[in-house]
């Protein structure tokens, strides 16, 4: 099988449960070979698929964790980098903000992408594609949002982590950078009132991203591919 035929590689963080668990399988299901990033790669079970599943250690919030994966996969090109793991942290309003919670979530939800791709970038100008894909949320947004929950340190991350991509894209023109909007996804963070499915959203955002163009760098999209608001 020559280079240009081969499945192609895609990298997933926070890939053992919810939403990122879905989007391993909806890959691997579409034929790709994926790199199922997480911190307990031990407890990631995957159901059979086209593609092969490879669990790898990832604490996304930890740096010295992000300079071991990439370590460890000197010389192995990465087509895809979906930057997915993230945490809620604590949900009250002002009153009750921690500056211990608030960090952490920072370092998961935005500093972590940003030196993961940074750590990557080599692996990412090895593969054909060149796309990097974080998961955002419409809470990130200047226009869409606001709602009567807390979640001061989610909203930062999120905001923090659409400006960080824009201007990734804006450096490093080789790279194809997309924000997407999964919707409110029932899992284990979304809760059981969510709207949309892990499944549906993850087949969503796996036909966007294998989809996506140079031209498309830049873009804040839904998991249906409607466009998002900044």
């Known amino acids: 099988m020559s280079r240009s035929t081969e499945p192609p590689v895609v990298l997933i963080t926070g890939a053992n449960r919810g939403l990122g668990r879905a989007l391993a399988q909806s890959f691997a299901t579409a034929g790709a070979t994926v790199l199922a990033a997480c911190r307990d790669p031990a407890s990631a079970t995957f159901a059979p698929s086209h593609g092969a599943i490879r669990p790898l250690p990832l604490d996304a919030g ?61 692996n990412l100008l090895a593969g054909r594609r060149r796309v990097v894909a974080m998961i955002s949320s419409s809470s990130g947004s200047m226009t869409e949002g606001l709602d009567p929950d807390g979640d001061y340190a989610y909203r930062a991350s999120k905001a923090a982590l659409n400006v960080m991509t824009l201007k990734l894209g804006y450096d490093f023109p080789d790279l194809t950078c997309l924000l997407f909007h999964p919707g409110w996804v029932r899992t284990e963070m979304g809760g059981p009132e969510a709207t949309v499915d892990a499944d549906t959203a993850a087949n969503g955002l796996t036909r966007l991203i294998l989809a996506a163009r140079p031209q498309d760098s830049g873009t804040f999209r839904r998991w249906n591919g409607d466009p998002m608001g900044w």
């Open 62 to 122: 930890n740096p010295d964790s992000i300079a071991a994966l990439a370590l460890a996969l000197t010389g192995q090109p990465v087509d895809i980098l979906v930057n997915n793991a993230g945490i809620r942290g604590a949900m009250g309003g002002i009153d009750t903000l921690e500056p211990g919670d608030f960090g952490a979530v920072m370092a998961v939800n935005a500093l972590g992408p940003l030196l993961l791709t940074r750590a990557l970038r080599p």
